[in-house]
């Protein structure tokens, strides 16, 4: 039997860390500008896939389109995105990324790298099988949450 308490738990903590994470701002760049992780990571998603809209959005961050809409406001006016309405159909927003938002994500994508190269210092000592079985199972419990979450 396994103690699936100690995993809820365990869980529960990482989430209560990733929560402290997300409300930091930092600042990726030299100005005093400053961005949360959600606002860097939609940006991110934006930058990687053009012509999103905010719905697909809202379905890959599991937020409400009003939300998504709400961050995308703080990156206009940031002047990391600028957000038109599509002149083919006016119910559709077109985003584009600007300059000041590439280079934004360009240096989160640096942090992020750094993260993951740090990563390696805590959980490098796994084997493939051993990393194979953890993805695994972090896949299996990412499912459970979908499912029994939304």
Same mark, same amino acid.
């Given at each position: 039997?396994?103690?699936?308490?100690?995993?809820?738990?365990?869980?529960? *903590?990482?989430?209560?860390?990733?929560?402290? %994470?997300?409300?930091?701002?930092?600042?990726? /760049?030299?100005? /005093?500008?400053?961005?949360?992780?959600?606002?860097?990571?939609?940006?991110? %998603?934006?930058?990687?896939?053009?012509?999103?809209?905010?719905?697909?959005?809202? *379905?890959?961050? %599991? @937020?409400?389109?009003?939300?998504?809409?709400?961050?995308?406001?703080?990156?206009?006016?940031?002047?990391?995105?600028?957000?038109?309405?599509?002149?083919?159909?006016?119910?559709?927003?077109?985003?584009?990324?600007?300059?000041?938002?590439?280079?934004?994500?360009?240096?989160?994508?640096?942090? /992020? @790298?750094? %993260?993951?190269?740090?990563? /390696?210092?805590?959980?490098?000592?796994?084997?493939?099988? *051993?990393?194979?079985?953890?993805?695994?199972?972090?896949?299996?419990?990412?499912?459970?949450?979908?499912?029994?979450?939304?």
């Amino acid at each position: 039997m396994h103690n699936y308490e100690d995993i809820m738990r365990m869980f529960a *903590e990482m989430q209560a860390i990733e929560l402290v %994470y997300d409300r930091k701002t930092r600042s990726y /760049d030299e100005t /005093d500008d400053k961005y949360t992780s959600q606002e860097v990571h939609l940006l991110e %998603y934006i930058c990687d896939h053009p012509k999103i809209t905010v719905t697909k959005l809202a *379905e890959v961050f %599991y @937020k409400s389109k009003s939300a998504i809409s709400h961050t995308m406001k703080r990156l206009e006016q940031s002047g990391l995105i600028d957000v038109h309405k599509n002149s083919e159909d006016m119910r559709f927003f077109d985003i584009y990324v600007t300059t000041k938002g590439h280079d934004i994500n360009k240096a989160h994508k640096a942090v /992020d @790298k750094m %993260y993951c190269d740090k990563m /390696d210092d805590y959980i490098g000592h796994f084997s493939k099988t *051993e990393m194979a079985t953890i993805m695994q199972f972090l896949n299996d419990y990412h499912r459970y949450r979908r499912d029994t979450s939304l």
